[in-house]
């Protein structure tokens, strides 16, 4: 008699869960920040090794731990992994990608990071949105102790960073695809809201917009410039914004004040290049896919991409500069790799490809889990 209510009981709680895991699940991969696209996936390890779901990616590990002996390159056989790193966290760049990889090595190799006051991941106002230079009251900066990291979002001023991080910082920027990131951040901060247009309509009447609905510089900063603005740009300034020649002075600077220039668009090749800079593991690279967002949403699938493309070019002019500058450079130097380095490649790639799938048999593992343990007092009763 009591067995049909039972097993009712049973399904019932089955459903309830499945249903409730699900969105948990595509919330933590989708968004990024969470357990199974990186840092968990990193310390879950031995669980799935334990569970043997995971000997594809332990296989995969192992190789890569053989393969890190035998390709690195001659000079840095006795090189010492940096610890001082300044990480300019530009917006829309998938820097979240890079910002997680970073938390994970602050754990690993023990780094002291600077951290904004507000206490949170802006070194500048959110409310009300003010992106401003950084200045050292933003830090919380204690001028006896000696800093590794600094990562948090921030606009740019070389005085003050030199000021609070080692003189011996690497330092990092990442940049995407000017035309790409634009859409990405309209999006993003809702600028349509303030525009009461589409970024499409907006770069048909850039200027129109801009008088119209901007009075101070708030979240505006992200549609013009965005990228170079917060490397430190005088944006505001109209008699330099569209100056070729002092573009090129500035671009000139960031290139003497970056060590390296992550492009979105081949990511997976500037993070092997930075491993070898670095003196990193290969392991300390590894990211997800899930935070990459690679397509156009609509409408922008059925626009005509060049020629807003070119629009946007006229408006950001100092931003497609600087990507073209960077992109170039990159680009010379990836020319320059032999044979190792495209080993090492592939191998990065295969071992990324295996913590994706890791992740799925990970959300299988914590189902099978919790599904054994709610199970329990219906089946005793
Ligand atoms: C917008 O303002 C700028 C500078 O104040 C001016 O040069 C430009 O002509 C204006 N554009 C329009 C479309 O009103
Ligand atoms: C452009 O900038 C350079 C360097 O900052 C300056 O010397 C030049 O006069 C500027 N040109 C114009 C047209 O304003
Ligand atoms: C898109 O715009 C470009 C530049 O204006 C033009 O050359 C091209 O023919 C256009 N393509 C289509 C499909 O309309």
């Not at 690195?72 to 998938?94: A, G, L, N, Q």
């Not at 990228?227 to 003497?256: A, H, K, V, W």
């Not at 490809?353 to 990970?362: E, T």
Request: glycine share 4%; net charge positive.
């Amino acid at each position: 008699m009591g067995s049909t209510p039972r097993r009712f009981f049973i399904y019932l709680a089955l459903c309830i869960t499945l249903a409730a895991l699900l969105p948990v699940y595509i919330w933590l991969t989708g968004a990024g920040h969470g357990l199974f696209s990186k840092t968990t996936v990193y310390r879950g390890f031995p669980l799935l090794k334990k569970t043997g779901m995971g000997s594809n990616f332990v296989s995969l590990m192992q190789r890569l731990d053989s393969g890190q002996k035998a390709y690195r390159i001659p000079e840095m056989t006795s090189c010492v992994p940096r610890r001082h790193i300044v990480f300019f966290r530009v917006s829309k760049c998938s820097s979240t990608t890079l910002y997680m990889l970073l938390q994970r090595a602050v754990v690993k190799y023990r780094l002291r990071v600077l951290r904004p006051k507000t206490n949170k991941i802006h070194f500048y106002r959110v409310h009300p949105y003010r992106p401003t230079k950084i200045t050292v009251h933003d830090a919380k900066y204690n001028p006896k102790l000696t800093y590794d990291v600094l990562m948090d979002h921030m606009i740019y001023d070389a005085d003050v960073i030199n000021k609070m991080m080692p003189s011996d910082s690497f330092h990092l920027a990442i940049l995407r695809e000017p035309f790409a990131q634009f859409i990405s951040a309209y999006d993003y901060f809702r600028l349509w809201v303030k525009f009461r247009v589409h970024s499409a309509e907006f770069l048909n009447h850039p200027h129109f917009y801009w008088n119209r609905s901007v009075s101070s510089r708030d979240k505006a900063t992200y549609a013009r410039n965005s990228m170079i603005s917060e490397l430190g740009f005088p944006d505001e300034r109209e008699d330099l914004r569209d100056n070729d020649t002092f573009i090129q002075s500035y671009i000139n600077f960031l290139d003497s004040a970056l060590d390296f220039v992550i492009i979105v668009e081949l990511l997976d090749e500037c993070l092997v290049y930075l491993r070898r800079l670095l003196c990193w593991t290969m392991e300390d690279m590894l990211y997800s896919n899930a935070n990459v967002q690679k397509k156009y949403r609509r409408p922008w699938r059925e626009q005509n991409n060049t020629l807003y493309k070119e629009k946007h070019k006229r408006w950001s002019k100092a931003d497609h500069q600087l990507y073209q500058h960077f992109l170039n450079k990159f680009l010379a130097t990836l020319r320059r790799q032999g044979h190792d380095f495209f080993e090492e490649l592939s191998i990065f790639r295969k071992a990324k490809d295996a913590l994706d799938r890791c992740g799925v048999y990970m959300m299988f593992y914590i189902m099978w889990f919790f599904l054994l343990r709610l199970g329990k007092p219906f089946c005793e009763g």
